[in-house]
Each structure stands twice: as C-alpha cells, then as structure tokens.
C-alpha cells in the first residue's frame, strides 16, 4: 500500500501543479447564456452517450431507434458492438434507451439540432488512452474489446456530462428547465456510480494484456481531464490518497467529490477542452472533430 499510496500523491501533487500553470491562460468562470442555450449544450453529450451505449449494446445507434432525434446528423464513426458480459450489456443497453429518453426530453422543451459528427472508433479511444497513459498501449487500446475494456471507455462519458449539470443549474432562471436539468443530472450521477462501482470491483486487477490496473487507467483519465480542462482538480480516479478521500478517512473513491463530498462542477469550455481533447474550446478534434453543435459551443469557433 506504501508505493500506491506515493504513486498517487505523487499524480495529485503533479495534477496540483500542472492546474496551478494553466490557470493563466485558462478561463474557468462563468459565460453567459440563457436556458435554452445552457440545456441545448447539453446535447451533445447525451447524443455522444446514446451512440456510445447503445452500438455498445445493440450494435446499432440513434438511426435504427429513433432516427427524428438525430436530426439529419451524420452517423458516428467506427461505434460498434461491444464484446461485453451479460449483466453488462444488460445494464448499458439500459443506459441506451435512458440516453434516448434525455435526447427526446431536451429537446421537447428547449428544441435540438442535429446530431454532431462523433469519432467512437476504436483508433480514436487508443488515442486517448494512450495520452492519459503517456505512451503507446501496445496493442492499441480497444473499447469493444472485453468488458473491463468497454467500462473503462464508458468512464471517460457520464462523468463529464453529470458535472456539467452540477455546472449549468445554478445559472438557470426559470422552473421548467431547472427541473428538468435536475432530473437529468439524478439519471446521469446513477450511470456513472453505476460504471465507477463495477470498475472499483475490479479496481486492483490488472487489464490484460498490458500491465496496467483498473485502478491506474482511472486515475491517469483523470488526470488527463483535470490536465485539459485546466480548472484545478474536479476529476478522481477509484483510489487515492487520504488527502482526497471522504473526510480524510478512506483512499476508496467510488464517487468522485470534493472535501465536503459534493458533487464538482464544469463549465462549458471546460467540457469543449476535454471532449474535443485538445485543451481549448476553440479547436475542435477527439471526439468531436467537426466540432460540437449549438450556439455556445459555436461562439467559440474560429473564423
């Protein structure tokens, strides 16, 4: 325990340090929107989620389910079915159709668009991996390669998505869509409780073939969140050191909170930074490498 223990003081210290420089350059305030903006953002990661779970589970997306919620958008690039086991894919093909449900609610009461250009391949997931790990994973890193593989990707998801309505609800003004980015925000915490519980079963567990544990692939991807959303520590990994841990008292982290154990929470440049994986909100790239759909995230293209 002594060397995890230094390993991950030594990844928080490196995390502390590597936020500390980024704040200069980084915006991490508040941006103005309305609510229809602030909910509409909000799309594009459940659009990212509902592909993500449902070729994980079914095979197939958004196109065969319920192709008006897409709205004409292009399909995503490289999803595919997941090699997962049964309770697993029996509980992220729940994910699916809750994703659809989110999609339908948004934008029943705030109005869409269509659905963005998503790069879910397998090439594409490698490279993020590979930059949270620092080096080449040889093999590469495949999602839908085994279970363990496909729940260490779903890690990468809901998270962002839950501390972004932690982010956006204190900034709304009218009831109906607080009310409904509250109860958005409740399904999403559950998902991700869900994926960090099953992961932190594993925790210890070594991810074959590559000498790596459960517990090391979560904490350098967050780190690597923390790293590209430059806003100091709103990311944790399943273990870490007492300094982290609820009231000081435990290294287990199965969800990730802050020192009175709340919920952390992200703007929406903050999320452009981490899921276009390039560290600003005006270049767009990693998942989304058209770039993200609506007015806020359109206000930071380059013209």
Known sequence: MGNSYSFFFALVCLVVLASTLALASAYCGPI???????????????????????????????????????????????????????????????FGYEEIGHLRAIITTVGGFPRPQYDLSPQNFARVFDRALGYKLVPPFNPYLSTVNYLLA??????????????????????????????????????????????????????HPYNITVAEFTNSISYLRNELAMCGIKD?????????????????????ADANSLSYARTPPEILRIIYGTGSEYEPGGFLPKGANGRIAKSFYKV
Not at 35 to 61: I, K, M, S
Not at 80 to 94: F, G, N, P, T
Not at 157 to 164: A, D, E, Q, R, S
Not at 191 to 203: E, H, N, P, T
């Open 32 to 94: 103005k929107a309305d609510d229809r903006d602030r909910l509409q953002f909000a799309l594009n990661l459940e659009f990212f989620e509902a592909e993500f779970f449902l070729f994980g589970a079914l095979g197939h997306g958004l196109d065969a389910l319920a192709p008006a919620l897409a709205g004409g958008g292009p399909p995503p690039i490289g999803a595919q079915k997941a090699k997962l086991d049964l309770v697993s894919r029996q509980i992220i093909e729940e």
């Open 154 to 207: 779903s890690y990468v998801i809901p998270y962002v998505g839950l501390v972004g309505y932690v982010g956006t609800i204190p900034d709304l003004a009218n009831y109906p869509t607080k009310k409904l980015a509250a109860s958005l925000l409740g399904v999403e915490a559950g998902q991700d409780a869900v994926i960090r519980a099953l992961l932190y079963g594993r925790a210890y567990e070594k991810v």
């Open 236 to 256: 944790e990994g399943l273990i870490v050191p007492l300094e982290l841990g609820a009231e000081q008292k435990t290294e287990t982290n199965v969800l990730s």
